[in-house]
Each structure stands twice: as C-alpha cells, then as structure tokens.
Nanobody
C-alpha cells in the first residue's frame, strides 16, 4: 500500500519561507507524476506545482517565481520550497502521486500571517 506523509508546515510571517516535504512509502512503481495541491477554507482545491517525466516542472501562476518543486528519487521524497510567502498562500497543502492510481497525503497546514 502506498502512503504519502507531508511535513514542514507551520506558521510563518509574510515574506518568510517554508519547505514542505512529502515522503512516499510502499509499492511505488514510478514517480513520473508528483505534485502539490492546496485548499484554503471555503475554496476549491488547486494545483500549486507538479514535477513530471524526467523532471519537467509546472507552477500555478500565483506562485511562479516564489515556489520551487523538486524531488529526490533515492529518498522517495518530493519537496516544495516556498519563498516570499503571502497571506493568500495560507491553506492545507497536499502531496499527490499518480503511479497507476492516485494517492494523496493527509495534508499539512501552512499559515502566513500579515
């Protein structure tokens, strides 16, 4: 059974930085599609960033230039480096893996204060 566990969330002041980690375990056949999503209270879940294939990355327009997604295949871990955080980045952040099926972490809270 595949499991994803997020960590690194917390409370940070606007302009600060956080790095989220997502560690995957279980029978994982490939890491060809991994991503980070977020959901704020009363809002729809949205894609923040993903990393696919040989390492191609995609970002939501709202985070371009501020967030960086990366992965370490040897550690089965994907990261999201978040810089210049804004209050509107406040949300629960979820790790996602597609590996023949969809897998989700339970989420980690990111709160950015003014």
């Amino acid at each position: 059974q595949v499991q994803l566990v997020e960590s690194g969330g917390g409370l940070v002041q606007a302009g600060g930085s956080l790095r989220l980690s997502c560690a995957a375990s279980g029978r994982i056949f490939s890491f060809n599609y991994m991503g980070w999503y977020r959901q704020a209270p009363g809002k729809q879940r949205e894609l923040v960033a993903n990393i696919i294939g040989g390492g191609r990355t995609n970002y939501a327009d709202s985070v371009k230039g501020r967030f960086t997604i990366s992965r370490d295949n040897a550690k089965n871990t994907v990261y999201l480096q978040m810089n210049s955080l804004k209050p509107e980045d406040t949300a629960v952040y979820y790790c996602h893996l597609w590996s023949g099926d969809d897998y989700w972490g339970q989420g980690t809270q990111v709160t950015v204060s003014s």
